[in-house]
């Protein structure tokens, strides 16, 4: 198969616009609302074949395929998801949806407050996962699709993914849950809490309503980065990676960069406070923190677990220490307490969480094989 | 025994002033100098039982007891040195000393550069490991101690009385290196980074010479000592202590302090940020980050330690992921490979990396044990 083949092609982001109001998990109340979303593939005539594919902490709707402007812009699950991939596009109609509060064109901190003409800044409430999979759901709504094949995603996309298992256990067959958690620890809120504390301190983030400023509070998101980026990657593929190689021939003795690590995470964090809105960053991390479907039942897991209907696929990487495959085997052990079918992979990897997004052979060839043993 | 003859009971900080000019691994000179230190107990007639013991990052000289005018301000390890205490001062000629470039009275940033007429701020040059070495050992010259029956440490401190087997192997008798590494990982240096980067990109930082500015980076720092805080306990320890505790009754569904680790971090963070200096910070992080003994040994660590004659003991705790046990361990295998005597424990504690500064019964028999066959 030739490299055109096994791409989605251009992609095309399309916006639909919602005049029901929403009341969010905070209590808040949105009273429209706009979600950008993409396809791929074609709906089948029987509605039957459509995936859901949800996104995590910084990422958006465009998950495959590239704009016709840019040559540059490859969907970020891009490697998954395409004509013969393991999401295959000629079987499956994909969807990728911004999430509510997020900066690439959902109704979110960027978007106008009606009440007061502004844009909402931090005061966009807080958008829960189970906000996320409601909005989703109007979405699914627009799109004539009564249930998903499948919805799947990684990190908070997985946590998503299993949160439609509870919510609207009627309409997902199959819930790809993979590098999650049922819910944070301790130190998963504290990393978050220092990105916030980073963010919120910043002099330019103005109580959030920098917009009016002209400003962005670079700095601060620029330091949530840096510290998500050593989250995401692993010690030992750090230590491969970069360990202690120099930047230059011998050690500065100042403030500049002496590590390759160093000039590694100060890249990654000024690219992506180069783009990401500081205020979608603070919202998502909210909705990790607050992310434990057990918690109303007590922390049962298993009687938090027992209204789901769906088949899953549970994914973890070995050396993810922010979601530990440890993380992943409570849900499993959820789901079989609930008699439920799940499939359970624990991929040798050496990328840390990021694994996720990358196309190791025996990763891609679990989900592979588990999309074409789902019926359409 | 009650609690007086445990407590070495007033402290006296003593200073030094140092005239010949020291130069420093990264090229600097220091015309002059001050180091600032405290004793407990007595040196002998032999001048055989002295034990000097190095501070960590944000440690300093005062070991043990208190000032006459403040009952609250106990050493941080009175729980270790004392009359009866494992590091028995009854026994043992105790000295701590703030390392040059340290915020506790020692020349340092704060100090002003004879050059400028200014306080040195940012400026002040790197202090490394050797550097303090180098300088304990002019203090030693003062006190007229010509060898240490030991110098002991943890954490960077134990990195520190590493050293002293490599740089004065015939003046010192026995090192205790605790929960320490014989260098840091590029996941390590990563953590150090960001919280560098905290500091430096703070607008309040004005490069190092915040004091002419009557201000203080207390965004920065107080960012660094949270983020530094996670890396300092366990997960485990996170979980138990505080798990998913809520402050109040509900989640907020805003920014503020939702989870009992979130109050937990701000309220270290603003202590910390409020009475350490910056500019001591940034140095002390570069100290942790250079160390590498066997980097002149092209990684060899084992070459690196063939000229140690000390005797060792080596401790590292369970649950340290910021120095695991088997970088402890990393140590011992170097020193066995040169048929130095040394003694491992690895301490079962849930506390992380902290644990070094506490009482745990097993770590505090293991040190008094091995002090008891220190001879004097």
């Keep these: 198969m030739d490299e055109t083949t096994h791409s989605v092609g251009l992609a095309q982001p399309q916006r639909a616009h919602f005049d029901t109001p929403v009341t969010l998990a905070g209590g808040a109340t949105l009273p429209a609302y706009d ?32 704009y016709a ?50 844009p909402w800044g931090a005061d966009f409430p807080v958008v829960t996962v189970e906000d996320c999979v409601a909005t989703q759901a109007r979405l699914a709504d627009v799109l004539g699709i009564d ?3 499948a919805v799947m995603g990684g990190s908070l996309g997985g946590m998503q993914a299993l949160q439609w298992t509870l919510d609207y256990p009627e309409r997902i067959r199959h819930a790809l849950v993979i590098a999650a ?27 959030g309503h920098y917009y009016a400023h002209g400003v962005v509070p670079v700095r601060g998101l620029r330091l949530a980065r840096m510290l998500g980026h050593i989250t995401y990657l692993s010690d030992d593929q750090m230590a491969e990676k970069f360990g ?32 990401f809105d500081a205020n979608t960053y603070l919202i998502a991390t909210k909705a990790l923190d607050y992310f434990d479907p ?41 789901l079989v307490h609930n008699s439920l079918g799940v499939s359970y992979a624990e991929i040798e990897s050496s990328a ?10 025996h990763y891609h060839a679990v989900l592979r094989a588990y999309f074409e043993g789902v019926a359409v």
């Design 35 to 66: 979600l950008v979303y993409e396809t791929y593939g074609e709906l089948n005539a029987a509605r039957t074949n459509a995936v859901l594919v949800c996104h995590a902490l910084s990422g958006n709707h465009h998950l495959a395929g590239r």
């Design 181 to 207: 958690a049922p819910k944070l620890t301790a130190q998963n809120i504290a990393f978050n809490e220092v990105a916030r504390q980073a963010i919120l301190t910043d002099p330019d983030f103005h109580g």
């Design 294 to 334: 057990a918690g109303a039942f007590g922390g049962d897991l298993r009687a938090a677990l027992a209204r789901a209907r769906a088949k899953f696929l549970v994914v973890s990487f070995s050396t993810d220490w922010r979601f530990a495959p440890e993380r992943s085997r409570e849900i499993v052990f959820g």
């Design 244 to 275: 202690r190689k120099l930047r230059r021939e011998a050690l500065q003795y100042n403030y500049e960069v002496d590590f390759e690590i160093e000039s590694y995470l100060r890249y990654q964090g000024d690219k992506f406070a180069g783009y």
């Design 352 to 361: 840390g969480h990021d694994s996720f997004l990358l196309d190791d052979a």
């Design 69 to 118: 402007d840019n040559p540059q812009s490859v969907g970020w699950w891009d490697n998954l998801i395409g004509p013969g991939k393991p999401l295959d596009t000629r079987k499956f109609f994909v969807v990728g949806m911004n999430n509510l509060g997020g900066c690439y064109g959902s109704t979110g901190p960027m978007t106008t407050n009606p009440a007061s003409g502004q």
């Design 147 to 149: 249930d998903w094949a």
